[in-house]
């Protein structure tokens, strides 16, 4: 079983829906949460980390962490073309933690259909 | 510069050839980190440079994968004898703290 799990999609919304992506751990020492977007032929490039469980916003997306059930989400609001990428979580044990130690999920592909 | 680049952002070769890969890291990040994106799975990390030493290579798949870093700037990640299964998009990224990680566009490399 992976440290890191996360449905590789493709998931196909229309544009302005609420799009939810997620990712489950088996390691309960991750406290520091990232999610990444990569366009394609793209590096990933952070849109938004968090530390320990609730939630962060930033804008229309909304970062959710559920220590307990180890799951982490993102949401997107009003869903846009322009966010059609594959979307990757990561995790580590803390903030101080080196990003060698960085724990990716393979990625979920999002399409977003004018 | 403005963002990690990397070169060539294409790279094809015969199976036991040697390659190059380059990375030039943002200005002023210490850290430099290598890694491996294959079709389907995660990152991989590969090295970790601070500075010009590199204190975790804990990732590189065999000893035909090494790396340098000179001047605290430009690192080259060299594969030997290239093999069929190193074909993959190898990704570097940067930084200057354990929160934030600047990656660049990648290097796609494909082994026929």
């Known amino acids: 079983q992976k440290e890191v799990e996360q449905d590789p999609g493709p998931l196909s919304v229309p544009e302005g829906a609420i799009v939810s992506l997620n990712c489950t751990y088996s390691n309960s020492a991750f406290q520091y949460f990232m999610w990444y977007r990569q366009y394609s032929r793209k590096g990933p490039e952070l849109l938004m980390y968090?530390?320990?469980?609730g939630n962060k916003e930033d804008g229309r997306f909304t970062a959710q962490v559920d220590k307990s059930s180890k799951y982490i989400s993102l949401f997107i609001r009003d869903s846009q073309p322009s966010d059609s990428a594959t979307y990757l979580c990561?995790?580590?044990?803390?903030?101080?933690?080196?990003?060698?130690?960085?724990?990716f999920g393979t990625g979920t592909r999002l399409l977003v259909s004018p | 510069g403005a963002g990690v680049s990397q070169s060539p952002s294409n790279k094809v070769t015969e199976k036991g050839k040697d390659v190059e890969l380059r990375c030039d890291p943002i200005?002023?990040?210490?850290?430099l980190y290598w890694y491996r994106q294959s079709l389907g799975q995660g990152l991989e990390f590969l090295i970790y440079?601070?500075?010009?030493?590199?204190?975790?290579k804990s990732g590189l798949p065999s000893d035909r994968f090494s790396a340098e870093r000179t001047g605290g700037s430009v690192s080259t990640l060299t594969i030997q004898r290239t093999q069929q299964e190193d074909s993959a998009v190898y990704l570097c990224?940067?930084?200057?703290?354990?929160?934030?990680?600047?990656f660049g566009s990648g290097t796609q490399l494909s082994v026929l």
């Open positions: 990561a995790m580590k044990r803390s903030m101080n933690t080196g990003f060698q130690k960085l724990v």
């Open positions: 200005s002023g990040h210490t850290a």
């Open positions: 440079f601070q500075g010009n030493s590199a204190p975790d």
């Open positions: 990224a940067s930084g200057t703290t354990n929160e934030k990680l600047f």
């Open positions: 968090t530390y320990s469980s």
